[in-house]
Protein backbone atom coordinates (compact mmCIF):
# COMPACT_ATOMS: atom_id res chain seq x y z
CA UNK A 1 0.00 0.00 0.00
CA UNK A 2 1.22 3.67 -1.35
CA UNK A 3 1.40 6.12 1.33
CA UNK A 4 -1.14 8.13 -0.33
CA UNK A 5 -3.56 5.38 -0.45
CA UNK A 6 -3.17 4.03 3.29
CA UNK A 7 -3.65 8.06 4.42
CA UNK A 8 -7.23 7.93 2.28
CA UNK A 9 -7.93 4.33 4.21
CA UNK A 10 -7.03 6.23 8.02
CA UNK A 11 -8.90 9.10 7.01
CA UNK A 12 -12.19 6.78 5.99
CA UNK A 13 -11.30 4.43 8.91
CA UNK A 14 -11.32 7.65 11.03
CA UNK A 15 -14.79 8.89 10.63
CA UNK A 16 -16.38 6.03 12.12
CA UNK A 17 -19.17 5.83 9.33
CA UNK A 18 -21.13 2.86 11.05
CA UNK A 19 -21.36 -0.20 9.24
CA UNK A 20 -18.58 1.11 6.16
CA UNK A 21 -16.50 -1.26 6.03
CA UNK A 22 -12.81 0.27 4.56
CA UNK A 23 -9.87 -1.51 3.51
CA UNK A 24 -7.06 -1.59 0.90
CA UNK A 25 -7.60 -3.98 -2.17
CA UNK A 26 -4.11 -3.79 -4.18
CA UNK A 27 -3.80 -0.78 -5.56
CA UNK A 28 -7.42 0.39 -4.72
CA UNK A 29 -9.51 1.41 -1.96
CA UNK A 30 -12.42 -0.68 -1.17
CA UNK A 31 -15.66 0.19 0.94
CA UNK A 32 -18.50 -1.71 1.45
CA UNK A 33 -21.53 -0.16 2.37
CA UNK A 34 -24.36 -1.86 4.68
CA UNK A 35 -27.11 -3.53 1.92
CA UNK A 36 -30.14 -1.08 2.63
CA UNK A 37 -27.69 1.95 1.59
CA UNK A 38 -28.61 3.82 -1.97
CA UNK A 39 -25.12 3.40 -4.13
CA UNK A 40 -26.59 5.99 -6.34
CA UNK A 41 -26.93 8.78 -3.55
CA UNK A 42 -23.34 7.71 -2.21
CA UNK A 43 -21.48 7.67 -5.87
CA UNK A 44 -23.04 11.29 -6.65
CA UNK A 45 -22.32 12.85 -2.95
CA UNK A 46 -18.57 10.72 -3.26
CA UNK A 47 -16.46 13.65 -5.71
CA UNK A 48 -17.67 16.46 -3.11
CA UNK A 49 -16.96 13.94 0.39
CA UNK A 50 -13.63 13.26 -1.33
CA UNK A 51 -13.03 16.86 -2.07
CA UNK A 52 -13.39 18.35 1.53
CA UNK A 53 -11.34 15.14 2.72
CA UNK A 54 -8.89 15.99 1.10
CA UNK A 55 -7.85 18.78 2.06
CA UNK A 56 -6.43 16.83 5.10
CA UNK A 57 -3.78 15.14 2.96
CA UNK A 58 -0.47 16.56 2.24
CA UNK A 59 1.52 13.73 0.73
CA UNK A 60 1.74 13.80 -3.01
CA UNK A 61 -1.49 12.65 -4.71
CA UNK A 62 -1.67 9.52 -7.15
CA UNK A 63 -4.29 8.31 -8.74
CA UNK A 64 -6.43 6.38 -6.64
CA UNK A 65 -9.55 4.25 -7.56
CA UNK A 66 -12.35 3.35 -4.97
CA UNK A 67 -14.53 0.72 -5.18
CA UNK A 68 -17.86 1.40 -3.64
CA UNK A 69 -20.49 -1.50 -3.37
CA UNK A 70 -23.65 -2.95 -1.35
CA UNK A 71 -23.81 -6.57 -1.89
CA UNK A 72 -26.43 -5.19 -4.73
CA UNK A 73 -24.18 -3.18 -7.17
CA UNK A 74 -20.73 -1.41 -7.25
CA UNK A 75 -19.84 1.83 -8.74
CA UNK A 76 -16.14 3.02 -9.34
CA UNK A 77 -14.69 6.94 -8.51
CA UNK A 78 -10.84 7.18 -9.40
CA UNK A 79 -9.02 10.42 -7.98
CA UNK A 80 -6.52 11.99 -9.76
CA UNK A 81 -6.92 9.96 -12.81
CA UNK A 82 -4.17 9.75 -15.56
CA UNK A 83 -4.69 10.06 -19.32
CA UNK A 84 -5.65 6.15 -20.25
CA UNK A 85 -8.09 6.46 -17.68
CA UNK A 86 -9.89 9.93 -19.27
CA UNK A 87 -9.85 8.26 -22.43
CA UNK A 88 -11.32 5.09 -21.93
CA UNK A 89 -14.41 4.99 -24.20
Known sequence: MNVYQQKWVELFQGAH???WQIKA???DIEIRVPAGVDLKIVRDNFPETVAAMSLDITVPKERLK???HNGHANTEY??????ADLNRA
Open 17 to 19: IPN
Open 25 to 27: SGD
Open 66 to 68: FVL
Open 78 to 83: ILNPTD
